[in-house]
């Protein structure tokens, strides 16, 4: 009699638990946005605290890249970043932001200085970008169009000055 009441109240509990769950679930306010839909506005603070909007940024293509200085895959793919920031920086129609992801901002910093990259790190302590974004894992990056959509997600390290990413780049800019 004891283990079947025992069993019944276990049963009652992981079915409430599920029922939280799922109701969490469907009414979550965090719209992950996917390919072809309006990129979230996030905000951002670098370094030296200057803060930023995406939705300042309207008007230009943005690349956003998500990283770690822990992540393998990450560090691999910041020359090719670094490269494609100064391949298009001087366009004032592209903006090139990569975001500290889980990752302690001293030791970035450091990171940076030590490899002389000069490409925008951000911060957001608080995860929100990641959040809004749906990032999975880092490196993941996105791609957003002049009219703030979201054109591609992009899963994993990429060679990103490659002269196909920098052509893709420029198409978009003349959009």
């Given at each position: ?54 939705s ?67 911060i957001?302590p ?7 974004f ?20 992009v899963?994993?390290?990429a ?17």
């Amino acid at each position: 009699m004891k283990n079947k009441t025992f069993i019944l109240l276990i049963i009652l509990f992981s079915g409430i638990i599920i029922g939280f769950l799922l109701f969490r679930y469907q009414h979550s306010t965090t719209r992950i946005p996917t390919i072809g839909s309006a990129a979230p506005d996030i905000e951002l603070i670098d370094f030296n605290n200057n803060k930023l909007s995406l939705s300042d940024l309207k008007g230009s293509v943005v690349f956003i890249n998500f990283w770690a200085t822990w992540c393998e895959s990450c560090v691999d793919e910041m020359p090719s970043i670094e490269g494609l920031f100064r391949s298009m920086s001087k366009n004032s129609k592209f903006n090139l932001i990569t975001i500290l992801f889980k990752d302690d901002q001293y030791r970035a910093f450091s990171y940076m200085k030590g490899n002389g990259y000069t490409f925008p790190v951000y911060i957001n302590p608080d995860g929100a970008a990641a959040k809004k974004f749906g990032i999975t894992g880092v490196p993941e990056t996105f791609i957003i169009d002049k009219k703030g959509v979201l054109r591609d997600k992009v899963i994993g390290p990429a060679e990103w000055d490659s002269p196909h990413a920098v052509e893709t780049f420029h198409k978009l800019i003349n959009e």
